[in-house]
């Protein structure tokens, strides 16, 4: 990639995030797409200061700044930072509260404020988020983490960001759902978890959806290293800890979660109590490399798999294998590229130093930009684009970009 085209794509990302900035009560923050999606989201908004970090940095602090503002403050949940944030307080019909979510989204926060520390160093920002960072660790920690096995629980699909995955259809008591079926299956959820108070320990004792995610456990491990990272930045002694805290995350994911069946490597979701169930297999296995979740020994079966044709489409990284009897590339979360979780499995990639595969997968996804623009989601076969074409967090391809090493 050349100076220019870098160029090139910085300003088209700018354009397309400034263009979906909103103002409210002095912050500022990015909706995920405009129309679609008016509100705040959690990981998405993640991405977006990963976006910015290249072209406004006071905006990057600025999306994480506003990020943390609906963190909850007292009750049960205090700690937790919500998926969707409110900002005109009009969620009370859906959540039973103003102005947030009561659910969670996968945690890239601290990540995403150590991503652009590195570009734009900030240390009284980093100060005014960590003790919330902390504070939604020791929420897990405390509301989540159900058998103490430093694996902690998912309550909802929406949770996990991957909405309407077939990883989720059993947990759900689907089978081969349409998307109106498995949308109203996920709404109707919302009143379980409002009667249970979001108590995760009911929830799974009453057979609701309960799952231990690995990807967005990793997610989480790698979020404890970047908070051991700014807590270094901070002079706090408390490095060990989150060093110690990723560890045991990574630990669990790869002995708990990531184990084969037949030939193959599966990252297991593991539902309810006894968590015999699982799901099939998916991508979510490449974004363990983000977290570093995965051992020596386990990390060639993982690049076989993405180098095959059940992952290498033309545009890689289907969420869903191309030969699952329920791949389906063009409805939403069943089989789609999504290019927050490119991102994702291509920087886990590069901290396993496989460059080559991870410049495969930036090119195509610069590609797949370029000719069907910054949709939501793609089909990974024919390229074509679904959801809104202005979505923010598909800008993420310019982090890809400026990081080739
Ligand atoms: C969809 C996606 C979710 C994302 C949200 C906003 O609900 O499934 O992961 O955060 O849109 O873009």
């Given at each position: 990639m050349?100076q220019v085209?870098?160029?090139v794509w910085t300003?088209?990302?700018?354009?397309?995030?400034e263009g979906n900035?909103i103002?409210?009560?002095g912050f500022?923050?990015?909706?995920?797409?405009?129309?679609?999606?008016?509100?705040?989201?959690?990981?998405d908004s993640?991405?977006?200061a990963?976006t910015?970090?290249?072209?406004?940095?006071?905006?990057?602090?600025?999306?994480?700044?506003s990020l943390?503002q609906?963190q909850?403050v007292?009750?049960a949940?205090?700690?937790m930072?919500?998926?969707?944030?409110?900002?005109?307080?009009?969620?009370a019909?859906?959540w039973?509260e103003a102005?947030?979510?009561i659910?969670?989204?996968?945690p890239?926060?601290?990540t995403?404020?150590w991503?652009?520390h590195?570009?734009?160093?900030?240390?009284?920002?980093?100060?005014?988020?960590y003790p919330r960072?902390?504070?939604?660790?020791?929420w897990?920690?405390?509301?989540r983490?159900?058998d103490?096995?430093?694996l902690?629980?998912l309550?909802?699909?929406?949770?996990?960001?991957?909405d309407a995955s077939?990883?989720?259809?059993?947990a759900?008591?689907l089978q081969?759902?349409?998307?109106a079926q498995?949308?109203a299956?996920r709404?109707?959820l919302v009143?379980?978890?409002?009667?249970?108070?979001?108590?995760?320990?009911a929830?799974r004792?009453?057979?609701?959806?309960?799952?231990k995610a690995?990807?967005f456990?990793a997610?989480?491990?790698?979020?404890c290293e970047a908070l051991?990272?700014i807590a270094?930045a901070?002079?706090?002694?408390?490095?060990s800890?989150w060093?110690?805290?990723?560890?045991?995350?990574q630990?669990?994911?790869?002995?708990?979660?990531?184990?084969?069946v037949?030939?193959q490597?599966?990252a297991?979701?593991?539902?309810?109590q006894?968590?015999?169930a699982?799901?099939?297999?998916?991508?979510?296995k490449f974004v363990?490399l983000?977290g570093?979740?995965?051992?020596?020994?386990?990390v060639p079966?993982l690049?076989?798999?993405?180098?095959?044709d059940r992952?290498?489409t033309p545009?890689?990284?289907?969420?869903t294998?191309?030969d699952?009897?329920v791949?389906?590339g063009?409805?939403?979360?069943?089989g789609?590229v999504?290019?927050?979780v490119n991102?994702?499995i291509?920087?886990g990639?590069r901290?396993?130093?496989?460059?080559?595969?991870?410049?495969e997968?930036?090119?195509r996804?610069?590609?797949l930009v370029?000719r069907?623009?910054?949709h939501?989601?793609f089909?990974p076969?024919?390229?074509?684009?679904?959801?809104?074409?202005q979505?923010s967090w598909?800008?993420?391809?310019?982090?890809?970009?400026?990081t080739?090493?």
């Amino acid at each position: 990639m050349t100076q220019v085209d870098a160029q090139v794509w910085t300003e088209r990302c700018r354009h397309l995030l400034e263009g979906n900035q909103i103002r409210s009560d002095g912050f500022r923050y990015t909706r995920p797409a405009p129309h679609v999606y008016e509100y705040q989201w959690l990981w998405d908004s993640c991405f977006h200061a990963v976006t910015y970090r290249w072209f406004d940095g006071a905006m990057a602090w600025d999306e994480l700044r506003s990020l943390v503002q609906h963190q909850v403050v007292g009750g049960a949940d205090a700690g937790m930072i919500p998926h969707m944030a409110y900002w005109q307080a009009d969620g009370a019909a859906l959540w039973g509260e103003a102005t947030r979510s009561i659910i969670t989204q996968p945690p890239l926060l601290a990540t995403a404020a150590w991503l652009v520390h590195e570009q734009h160093p900030n240390q009284a920002a980093l100060a005014e988020l960590y003790p919330r960072l902390v504070a939604y660790q020791d929420w897990f920690d405390r509301r989540r983490d159900l058998d103490g096995d430093d694996l902690v629980t998912l309550i909802h699909p929406w949770e996990s960001g991957w909405d309407a995955s077939p990883r989720w259809d059993a947990a759900m008591g689907l089978q081969n759902p349409t998307a109106a079926q498995s949308k109203a299956a996920r709404h109707a959820l919302v009143e379980r978890l409002r009667e249970h108070g979001c108590d995760a320990h009911a929830l799974r004792a009453a057979g609701s959806f309960a799952v231990k995610a690995p990807d967005f456990n990793a997610i989480r491990a790698a979020e404890c290293e970047a908070l051991g990272r700014i807590a270094q930045a901070l002079n706090l002694a408390e490095t060990s800890r989150w060093q110690q805290k990723a560890a045991a995350i990574q630990h669990a994911v790869q002995t708990k979660c990531l184990r084969p069946v037949a030939d193959q490597l599966v990252a297991h979701d593991l539902f309810g109590q006894d968590e015999t169930a699982t799901s099939p297999d998916s991508a979510a296995k490449f974004v363990l490399l983000f977290g570093g979740c995965a051992s020596s020994e386990q990390v060639p079966a993982l690049l076989t798999a993405l180098r095959s044709d059940r992952y290498f489409t033309p545009y890689p990284v289907p969420t869903t294998p191309q030969d699952s009897p329920v791949f389906d590339g063009d409805t939403y979360w069943r089989g789609n590229v999504w290019l927050a979780v490119n991102w994702l499995i291509v920087r886990g990639l590069r901290r396993y130093h496989e460059h080559a595969i991870a410049d495969e997968i930036t090119r195509r996804s610069l590609e797949l930009v370029d000719r069907a623009h910054f949709h939501e989601y793609f089909n990974p076969v024919t390229g074509q684009g679904h959801g809104p074409a202005q979505q923010s967090w598909s800008a993420v391809v310019l982090d890809l970009l400026k990081t080739v090493p």
